[in-house]
């Protein structure tokens, strides 16, 4: 079989970038807690990786699919190794949820009820700038476990694998994640919506 000149192909991969580039990097910035940096280097290793395996490609899937499968593989590669050097313990240093409980673990103030609804939330757009800087305040292992679990719905077990973490450190985490951001948007829109109401 022939294959394409090489301008054809790179004109190929400049279709890409003109067509999925965007969408690519946003994705890679919202599951790598904004590091715009890192987001930006594995779209350009997706981008290279596609290009090799282009012949590969069948169209089973549309071509965004395709490249953000192989994005999901690099994002989980990235964080892998990086988990690999975090200790728990510093993530559990740099962890404002650990200001709110006393020595013997119980809260110095318990969390208030909520009354709005979460359908309701989901739909307003100034909530969700809200809950994404919250998210950008989470120390970076816990806000890639929450959003993994939360957000992409993957199940514990694939997360735990993927980030080789053991099951009661996901729970550690997801834990601590949730009263973080809890606390955050209690500050920064249930605090805010009763003052204004």
């Given amino acids: 079989m022939a294959h394409e000149p090489a301008s054809a192909e790179w004109q190929r991969v400049e279709e ?18 904004g590091d715009r940096e890192t987001a930006l280097d594995l779209v350009q290793e997706t981008l290279l990786a596609a290009w090799k395996a282009h012949h590969q490609y069948q169209g089973s899937s549309s071509l965004r699919t395709w490249l953000t499968g192989i994005l999901k593989h690099k994002i989980i590669d990235h964080m892998r190794a990086r988990s690999r050097m975090e200790k728990l313990a510093d993530d559990v240093s740099n962890d404002p949820a650990s200001d709110w409980f006393g020595t013997d673990g119980h809260w110095h103030e318990s969390p208030k009820t909520w ?25 970076p292992l816990q806000a890639q476990v929450f959003f993994f679990r939360e957000m992409d719905g993957d199940s514990s077990e694939n997360i735990c694998k993927n980030l080789s973490i053991s099951p009661s450190n996901f729970h550690v985490l997801m834990h601590r994640a949730r009263l973080s951001l809890r606390h955050c948007l209690e500050l920064h829109w249930f605090g805010q919506q009763r003052k204004n109401s």
């Fill in 16 to 33: 890409w970038i003109a067509d999925h580039g965007d969408y690519l990097y946003r994705f890679a910035c919202s599951r790598l807690n």
């Fill in 115 to 139: 009354s709005a609804s979460p359908e309701a939330l989901s739909e307003n757009r100034d909530f969700d700038n809200i809950l994404n800087a919250c998210m950008d305040k989470l120390p």
